[in-house]
């Protein structure tokens, strides 16, 4: 059955509230952004300078230089107002506000009068606009200002930006389509499609829909810009640059997995899905869910990261998940969490919040430093820090964040997910609610019985225990998702053990819920050994270690130099230690041997194997979180410990 009756939830109408996230959107709020601010207005002393804000300010004609930067310089900025006007969701700021008004008074005044937006073509490039579709990122630019201009309008219903944005989309509606005259095309990059679905969701204006619908299908089908120059140049000299690259070599019913860059494809899978809720069409959702199954079957590190090789930021083949040099983009898992949202619209199945909640726990957070103002664009499984400076083969990796980037999509992007995570919690269909997610949280929703609202306390990620308050009218039922980790899974209602019927990994209590009533979940979620498929060559032998969403590594600085040399006895439980460590967590360990360096002549590279005669040592692997790894200074880390 098509679960198509979706209310799409307002994301002002969940607001966070919950020990875990309180503090990561906190900083989000109080540092990241405006931090960023002052990164995209060249105002950050060390951090690579933007030039996004200035860039608008010369097609403005309120300044007068030069366009610096990438060609999409324009969308860091489209997040950045994107994280901002969710910001307001958590703390009204009139300096935030201000800021708000002052970038998009900018946008509107560099507007061409024909409605055209991209800085890079205005200042640099006019003669090429419109005709560099593969390279171009014209529509991807839109498609994150539309993003931004949506939340804008979603959280303060002011619409100034998004009526610069129906501007600018409906040249595109004149530009781009079937006929005469028209570019018959695709975007180079994907991330319009989703962006017009969110428009289309927050108006109900079916030309945002019409104009996705067309690029999601179009894709693939017809010569698009594969006849361009600015694909030809890559694609000469480029294996990987070829059209799986952009998604463009089949169309989308006829892809058997996400092939190419991954961050184009997860967005144009997450917008692709959009379409197919809209349309009803269960051939589009029947390859969304092949797709998928073979994305997180056989392309998805344990950390929801996706895009094993920075050579065209790309997948490559099944099972290739190399961990020191893999891509790993922050953006990417952020695509696959937003993919795998509209999964659930479509068929709510605990499946896809499993590795929704997978991405954003692990590959998603570790985006940010604790002090919020250090990023990772890749996020590696494995790092020893002077292979990593050294190597050509690890280029892209960072063995520590850094304050900004000369291609800087990731920073914006991980902050504005984070002040938008109320929207990744629940999905509606009818009177139905799933909860995909233990976070606390306040939400005001609607049922066919009235308004009601759902009060979530939590102590996930560390315990399995969720209490929702259900105030409000009768009529709503909450289906609860049933992790794949849980253990013991209960539910009880105002203090009662209760029955549930489980239906793809969501329990629905027995009998209707009305005002006051109370329903506690608990689960268990024990320290466990995690191996991979043996086709994955590079993590034979090892296991990985996961409690809950929670996916765990090892770090130089909480154990010795030379990680590797590490090999884990599995016949010892996982212990748990209360540590001191960032705030307080509990740490896990994990019992076995090592080889010490101190034992080998450091001109001695090899030696006759013999029991006993390696420098055995016994000795203890102490992991943390995953994403916490790297806010205490450069050193060797690894999720995956030899076993
Ligand atoms: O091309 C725009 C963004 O920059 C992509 O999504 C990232 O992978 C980076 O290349
Ligand atoms: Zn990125």
Not at 172 to 197: C, N, Q, T, V, W
Not at 374 to 403: C, G, I, M, T
Not at 519 to 545: I, Q, Y
């Amino acid at each position: 059955m098509l679960h198509m009756e979706q209310t799409i939830i307002n994301v002002k109408n969940v607001r966070i509230n919950d020990s875990f996230w309180n503090n990561r959107i906190r900083n989000a709020v109080e540092t990241a952004i405006p931090y960023q601010w002052r990164v995209l207005n060249d105002n950050e002393p060390g951090a690579e300078p933007s030039h996004a804000a200035m860039n608008y300010k010369i097609a403005a004609g309120v300044e007068k230089g030069e366009f610096h930067g990438f060609r999409f310089q324009d969308s860091d900025l489209a997040k950045w107002i994107e994280a901002a006007s969710f910001s307001l969701i958590y703390r009204q700021d009139p300096e935030v506000e201000r800021e708000l008004e002052e970038i998009i008074d900018l946008i509107g005044k560099a507007q061409q009068p024909d409605g055209y937006l991209d800085t890079y073509y205005i200042l640099k490039k006019p003669e090429a606009k419109w005709k560099e579709i593969a390279q171009g990122h014209e529509l991807y630019v839109t498609g994150h200002l539309l993003e931004a201009a949506v939340a804008r309008y979603l959280v303060s219903g002011d619409d100034k930006l998004l009526k610069i944005m129906e501007k600018n989309v409906d040249l595109i509606r004149s530009l781009f389509g079937h006929g005469e005259g028209k570019i018959d095309s695709y975007p180079g990059h994907e991330e319009i499609e989703l962006a017009l679905m969110k428009a289309y969701f927050a108006t109900g204006d079916r030309k945002y829909f019409e104009l996705a619908n067309y690029f999601i299908e179009n894709r693939g089908t017809t010569i698009g810009f594969l006849d361009d120059e600015s694909f030809k140049e890559f694609a000469e000299t480029n294996k990987h640059h070829q059209a799986d690259y952009y998604q463009a070599h089949a169309p989308i019913r006829q892809q058997d997995a996400a092939d190419g860059h991954a961050v184009r494809a997860m967005y144009f899978f997450t917008g692709a899905a959009d379409v197919a809720l809209e349309k009803k069409d269960p051939s589009l959702v029947a390859a969304l869910e092949k797709l998928w199954k073979h994305t997180v079957g056989r392309r998805m590190y344990l950390t929801g990261g996706v895009g094993s090789q920075g050579v065209g930021e790309r997948f490559t083949i099944d099972y290739d998940l190399p961990n020191d040099v893999c891509y790993t983009e922050t953006c990417a898992a952020i695509g696959l969490a937003m993919w795998s949202l509209r999964m659930l619209r479509l068929s709510p199945e605990a499946k896809y919040a499993d590795v929704m909640e997978r991405a954003l726990y692990n590959n998603v957070i570790s985006g940010v430093s604790q002090d919020g103002q250090h990023y990772f664009y890749v996020n590696p499984l494995a790092v020893k820090p002077d292979v990593a400076h050294y190597r050509a083969d690890h280029a892209s990796v960072e063995p520590s964040r850094v304050k900004w980037f000369g291609c800087a999509c990731c920073p914006p992007n991980v902050v504005r997910t984070l002040c938008g995570l109320g929207g990744y919690v629940y999905t509606q269909e009818g009177d139905d609610v799933y909860q995909h997610l233990y976070i606390g949280n306040e939400a005001s929703l609607s049922c066919s019985g009235g308004p009601f609202s759902l009060t979530c306390e939590s102590e996930m990620p560390w315990e399995g225990a969720a209490r929702i308050t259900y105030r409000g009218a009768a009529g709503a039922r909450l289906h609860l998702r049933v992790p794949s980790y849980a253990k013991n899974f209960t539910v009880k209602k105002n203090g009662q053990p209760v029955c549930c019927t489980v239906t793809n990994g969501y329990a629905l209590p027995e009998g209707a819920l009305s005002d006051g009533d109370t329903l506690e979940v608990s689960f268990e979620m024990d320290a466990h050994f995690v191996a991979a498929n043996p086709r994955v060559t590079e993590d034979c032998g090892k296991v990985a270690v996961q409690r809950g969403p929670l996916v765990y590594c090892a770090e130089q600085v909480d154990n010795f130099e030379y990680l590797n040399s590490f090999r884990a006895d599995l016949k010892y439980p996982i212990g748990m230690e209360q540590s001191e460590l960032f705030g307080g967590i509990r740490v896990l360990t994990v019992t076995g041997m090592r080889s010490d360096a101190a034992a080998w002549d450091a001109d001695e590279l090899y030696r006759d194997y013999a029991p006993g005669s390696m420098g055995e040592t016994p000795a203890t692997l102490r992991m943390v979180p995953y994403f916490l790894w790297n806010n205490r200074g450069e050193g060797e880390m690894t999720v995956w410990i030899n076993a």
